[in-house]
């Protein structure tokens, strides 16, 4: 398994912007899908996004058009970029890594996870 570790987590009003910055604390990754998944208060962790081991993304449908996950292989990290932030966003994010290229939108499919970075987004 890969140690990951989040960054960028705070709190902004509705209609503003966070990056959320995940990486490896130790092996390259370049090579392994990634994931974000969240956790908004009171309820269960769900799927935020993803990105294969070349450059296929996908979202769920409520962040669609707004939050955009990207990598950057020289610097081992993976970002959300995450605009137009709602109330509704507010969660725990944490970022996920499996060793199988693809498009993977269920928790059992990572087996490595971040500790989570709180986004807290006032109305």
């Known amino acids: 398994q890969v140690q990951l570790v989040e960054s960028g987590g705070g709190l902004v009003q509705a209609g503003g912007s966070l990056r959320l910055s995940c990486a490896p604390s130790?092996?390259?990754?370049?090579?392994?899908?990634m994931g974000w998944f969240r956790q908004p208060p009171g309820k269960e962790r769900e799927f935020v996004a993803t990105i294969s081991c070349g450059t296929t993304t996908d979202y769920a449908d409520s962040v669609k058009g707004r939050f955009t996950i990207s990598r950057d292989s020289a610097k081992n990290t993976v970002y959300l970029q995450m605009n137009s932030l709602k109330p509704e966003d507010t969660a725990v994010y944490y970022c996920?890594?499996?060793?199988?290229?693809?498009?993977?939108?269920?928790?059992?499919?990572?087996?490595?996870w971040g500790q989570g970075t709180q986004v807290t987004v006032s109305s």
């Open positions: 130790g092996r390259t990754f370049s090579s392994r899908t």
């Open positions: 996920a890594a499996t060793s199988i290229c693809g498009t993977y939108y269920g928790q059992n499919a990572y087996h490595s």
